[in-house]
């Protein structure tokens, strides 16, 4: 059974790899992870009438995520659009983690086609890569499934290496 490590991600972005969107520490922070700032420093809009709702999905991502290594040794297994669009990867561990709508650099990898079908590209399906990631800005639906406009850091793909096996 795979765990999914998520972001209610709902509006796919891929983009071009600019640091000025970057989580960063403030100069001068007293804190030595960005993980300690609070958690308001992460998200930039929630939607009217769900700033608990959003604020306590963010605080749960936020410890999630600071948990997690940076490169990830993981499997691309695929998108999908269930209840959303999903860029699912799965870990050695099979813990599962999902990229999607973030403004996500794949390099040279085309993952998967941007029409409206998304099609996975075979060459890389169940292909094993070393992730990069960084919190990023990103817009995206959210909260209760009502695909209200929210804005925060989240996990975006910075940097994508092919694992030959």
Same mark, same amino acid.
Request: glycine share 4%; with cysteine.
């Given at each position: 059974?795979?765990?999914?490590?998520?972001?209610? $991600?709902? =509006? $796919?972005?891929?983009?071009?790899? *600019? *640091?000025?969107?970057?989580?960063?520490?403030?100069?001068?922070?007293?804190?030595?992870?960005?993980?300690?700032?609070?958690?308001?420093?992460?998200?930039?809009?929630?939607?009217?009438?769900?700033?608990?709702?959003?604020? *306590?999905?963010?605080?749960?991502?936020?410890? +999630?995520?600071? !948990?997690?290594?940076?490169?990830? +040794?993981?499997?691309?297994?695929?998108?999908?659009?269930?209840?959303? =669009?999903? +860029?699912?990867?799965?870990?050695?561990? @099979?813990?599962?983690?999902? =990229?999607?709508?973030?403004?996500?650099?794949?390099?040279?990898?085309?993952?998967?086609?941007?029409? $409206?079908?998304?099609?996975?590209?075979?060459?890389?399906?169940?292909?094993?890569?070393?992730?990069?990631?960084? $919190?990023?800005?990103?817009?995206?639906?959210?909260?209760? @499934?009502?695909?209200?406009?929210? !804005?925060?850091?989240?996990?975006?793909?910075?940097?994508?290496?092919?694992?030959? !096996?």
């Amino acid at each position: 059974m795979i765990r999914c490590i998520i972001f209610p $991600l709902f =509006f $796919l972005s891929i983009g071009c790899n *600019s *640091s000025k969107d970057v989580m960063h520490l403030p100069k001068n922070s007293k804190v030595k992870s960005i993980y300690d700032l609070p958690i308001e420093s992460f998200i930039i809009k929630y939607p009217p009438n769900y700033k608990d709702e959003f604020t *306590s999905d963010m605080e749960y991502y936020k410890t +999630i995520w600071k !948990e997690r290594e940076n490169p990830i +040794i993981a499997r691309y297994r695929g998108n999908d659009i269930g209840d959303y =669009f999903h +860029i699912n990867f799965e870990g050695e561990n @099979g813990e599962g983690y999902d =990229f999607a709508y973030a403004k996500n650099h794949f390099g040279k990898y085309k993952l998967f086609d941007n029409s $409206l079908d998304y099609n996975d590209n075979p060459k890389y399906l169940n292909k094993k890569f070393k992730i990069f990631w960084a $919190l990023k800005i990103a817009k995206f639906p959210c909260c209760s @499934g009502d695909f209200e406009e929210a !804005e925060a850091y989240i996990p975006t793909i910075t940097k994508l290496e092919l694992i030959k !096996e």
